[in-house]
C-alpha cells in the first residue's frame, strides 16, 4: 500500500497546519489509519489515530486539545488538523496504516503495516 503525506512546513508558535494522508488502494476504509511522528534524535511517537470500524480517535496526551483527526472514506484520505503548534511539535510526521482497531494496537507503531513517506513540521518559537 502506498500512502502519500503532506502538508508540512514551517510555522511559527501559534499557527496552525492541516496534514494530509492519501492512498489509492480500495481498501482505505478498512483500516484504521494513525499519525507518529519523530523529531531529531528520539524515537518515533504516538500522535492520534482513527479507528475503521467505530471511527472512534485517540491522541496523545501532549496533543489532546490541539490536534483533530479525521478520515475520508470517499477521498481515502485521513486529515490531521494541528493548532496551537508549539516548537516541541516540530518532528517527522508519518502516517500508518493499522488492519486493528482497538486503542492498544493503534498507539503502537508495531501493529502498523504500511507508512507513508513522512512529511515535515518545523515550529519556530
Known amino acids: 500500500v502506498q500512502l502519500q503525506a503532506s502538508g508540512g512546513g514551517l510555522v511559527q508558535a501559534g499557527r496552525s497546519l492541516r496534514l494530509s494522508c492519501t492512498t489509492s488502494?480500495?481498501?482505505?476504509?478498512?483500516?484504521?489509519m494513525g499519525w507518529f511522528r519523530q523529531a531529531p534524535g528520539k524515537e518515533r511517537e504516538f500522535v492520534a489515530a482513527i479507528g475503521y470500524r467505530d471511527r472512534r480517535k485517540y491522541y496523545s496526551e501532549s496533543v489532546k486539545g490541539r490536534f483533530a483527526l479525521s478520515r475520508d472514506n470517499v477521498q481515502n484520505t485521513v486529515y490531521l488538523g494541528m493548532n496551537s503548534l508549539k516548537p516541541e511539535d516540530t518532528a517527522h510526521y508519518y502516517c500508518?496504516?493499522?488492519?486493528?482497531?482497538?486503542?492498544?494496537?493503534?498507539?503502537?507503531?508495531?501493529?502498523?503495516?504500511?507508512w507513508g513517506q513522512g512529511t515535515l513540521v518545523t515550529v519556530s518559537s
Open positions: 488502494a480500495r481498501t482505505f476504509s478498512t483500516w484504521s
Open positions: 500508518g496504516t493499522n488492519p486493528y482497531y482497538s486503542s492498544s494496537h493503534l498507539q503502537d507503531s508495531r501493529y502498523y503495516d504500511s
